[in-house]
């Protein structure tokens, strides 16, 4: 009886190898990690991106659209593909963190550039990553506005603070106000959810902070030094990153 009961869970339950299937190429794996700015992507960008052949990648977005990882939008004759939704995303970046480190770092100095921006600031699908997401999260702790005693809450005080400066986020989604990412480059958690999304977007319209050429790192801005620094007592010490540390 027993036997039959795991045999028809195996059968009938979520098929957790077919998700790592998808995973386990590294093409595939290489798109997820550069949707992971947000935005929507062609397949020829990707191909680039990624440094692969362009004949190969409509078959591998294939799968990753048929496997729920991506969505698709068309615009006459282009293709977009973007991340599903944030909580893909976070699924990624919580992947990530848990991931070995590859054998063989960048040796190039644009290679390690890259990284090292990466690591500094980046943006997590809609949220603030890297040094900088888990500097933020952890300013925003210190003050109180947010709390972990019993899983990541939004305080009363940190609700006045967005208001204060005007943040807004939508209340009427199933999405969580407040949700903990664990940082792959950090190992540290950075602030997602609603309310991580709305700060990122707060500091992109205020200009705190702008994108690095295509790739998900962001750079600070004087504009945005200052800002963190007024609003939440931060020093410039998060800027301290090195992933090959």
């Not at 098929?15 to 990690?33: E, Q």
């Not at 054998?103 to 997590?124: D, G, K, M, Q």
Request: glycine share 8%; with cysteine.
């Amino acid at each position: 009886m027993g036997d039959v009961s795991i045999r028809d869970a195996h059968v009938e339950g979520p098929d957790l190898a077919a998700l790592a299937g998808l995973l386990a190429d590294g093409t595939r794996a290489g798109f997820c990690l550069a949707l992971l700015d947000g935005r929507a992507w062609t397949a020829i960008e990707l191909a680039r991106h990624v440094g692969v052949a362009a004949s190969t990648t409509t078959e591998h977005l294939n799968l990753l659209v048929a496997g729920g990882l991506l969505a698709q939008e068309r615009q006459g004759r282009h293709r977009y593909v973007r991340l599903a939704d944030p909580a893909t995303a976070e699924l990624i970046e919580k992947l990530a963190s848990v991931a070995p480190r590859r054998s063989s770092p960048p040796h190039s100095l644009p290679a390690v550039n890259r990284a090292r921006a990466l690591a500094r600031a980046r943006t997590c699908y809609d949220h603030l990553a890297g040094a900088l997401g888990v500097a933020v999260t952890t300013a925003m702790t210190d003050r109180g506005l947010l709390d972990w005693e019993q899983g990541l809450t939004l305080t009363g005080k940190g609700t006045a603070w967005l208001e204060e400066l005007g943040i807004t986020h939508p209340s009427d989604t199933r999405r969580p106000p407040v949700r903990s990412c664990l940082d792959w480059t950090e190992r540290r958690p950075h602030l997602a959810g609603a309310v991580g999304a709305a700060v990122c977007r707060h500091a992109f319209d205020s200009r705190w902070i702008t994108r690095i050429g295509t790739s998900r790192a962001v750079a600070l801005t004087d504009t945005g030094r200052h800002a963190l620094r007024e609003h939440l007592g931060l020093s410039d010490d998060w800027s301290r990153a090195d992933p090959s540390s």
